[in-house]
């Protein structure tokens, strides 16, 4: 019996152990020893909490069939399930009915309204990727239940505010429908000239991948992947983050780049994102600007070296990962990603990895097996 006890006592305590390891490039285990399922979300704090959002996504398929998880930690290493923040729902016709696609949820704490705010990328159910909107839900506290609000397409009938009269009417001038064949010099042109933005002016702008970010001056910004994840657009939302104010402009016209990932430091703004190629690595691509309006200068990947304790992915594969937040742990910006598990996306590993900075103050982010 004393030998039985004993026992579950070090089971009991390795699985805590383990519960604090996070090693990169291998499976990280909550507190009941189960790997954790929150994927392409976010961290937030608290008080002296931190809650850490995602995609809870099933063991088979790519559909939502749950909602978004949200995990708890008071030192950013062990984690405990806290369950789904916000669940799918049961209704046929909703919005979020299970069988949607629910991603890359990031969640803010908005002082001004005491309210957990967060917004998300769905699509409708058996639509594929073609709804391609932002969803709105809201919460009094960080582990939900977070209420469903709206899902929309963004900045319907707004022009990007930087664009001048002359621009406006060149976008008017193409026409989307006539360009059946892509990637061809004269098809790249007509998206420069806003092909797709002006294809859905009436009907609001596509939002597939996203990201949130405030700024010092408390102002928050959503950063989406748009015009078929060719262009992305950065948008201001209002004071409690339940809306947009209508003020957005446009990031790399026709580059192709989603996963956006955002911090500052020094001063300038840093975005990271990935190329488009579903759920295989790419290379990441880095923009930086003096503004969160820009103009943004891009620069070659930040990433360096090899992937020492995950297969030897090279840099210029991200090391097998993709983006989803940078968190600032104490001034020091951590890069998340996902390296996706398309088989099992329930078992898409971590990669958390901080982002250093060379001589000019660029960011270099090289493989370690703990971030910290
Ligand atoms: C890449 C995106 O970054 C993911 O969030 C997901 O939408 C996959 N594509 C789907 O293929």
Redesign the pocket.
């Known amino acids: 019996m004393k030998s039985l006890a004993l026992c579950c006592i070090a089971l009991v305590s390795s699985a805590q152990t383990q519960a604090q390891e996070h090693v990169n490039g291998q499976l990280w285990m909550d507190t009941e020893g189960n790997h954790i399922n929150a994927h392409?979300g976010n961290i937030i704090q608290y008080g002296d909490t931190y809650y850490w959002y995602g995609e809870n996504r099933p063991y088979r398929g790519f559909t939502t069939e749950a909602g978004v998880g949200v995990y708890s930690s008071k030192d950013l290493k062990t984690w405990k399930n806290e369950g789904i923040a916000l669940a799918v729902s049961e209704e046929a016709g909703h919005d979020i009915e299970r069988g949607c696609i629910m991603?890359?949820p990031k969640v803010l704490y908005n002082a001004k309204t005491n309210k957990f705010v967060m917004l998300f990328h769905l699509e409708l159910k058996g639509r594929g990727?073609e709804a391609a909107r932002v969803a709105f839900a809201v919460s009094d506290t960080p582990t939900g239940p977070f209420r469903f609000v709206r899902s929309t397409r963004v900045n319907a009938n707004k022009w990007p505010f930087d664009m001048n009269k002359k621009a406006q009417k060149l976008a008017q001038q193409t026409n989307a429908a006539q360009w059946k064949d892509w990637w061809s010099a004269e098809w790249r042109k007509e998206v420069e000239k806003g092909m797709y933005l002006w294809r859905d002016m009436q009907g609001g702008q596509m939002s597939?991948?996203m990201t949130l970010y405030v700024d010092k001056d408390g102002k928050a910004y959503h950063i989406t992947s748009s015009q078929e994840n060719l262009t992305l657009l950065v948008s201001e939302l209002t004071d409690d983050y339940l809306d947009f104010t209508g003020k957005y402009n446009m990031v790399a016209p026709g580059g192709q780049n989603?996963?956006p990932c955002i911090f500052q430091h020094e001063g300038t703004y840093w975005l990271i994102c990935?190329g488009?190629t579903?759920?295989a690595p790419n290379e990441a691509r880095m923009f930086s600007a003096p503004s969160i309006w820009g103009p943004w200068t891009q620069h070659p990947s930040p990433f360096v070296g090899v992937a020492t304790g995950y297969r030897d992915m090279p840099a210029n594969k991200t090391f097998g990962a993709?983006g989803t937040y940078i968190y600032e742990m104490n001034g020091k910006p951590i890069f998340m990603a996902d390296i996706w598990n398309e088989r099992h996306l329930s078992n898409s590993l971590h990669l958390w990895l901080p982002i250093d900075f060379d001589g000019q103050g660029v960011p270099v982010i090289r493989w370690v097996d703990k971030a910290f």
Do not use: I, N
């Open positions: 392409g991603e890359r990727y597939r991948d989603e996963a990935s488009c579903g759920w993709q």
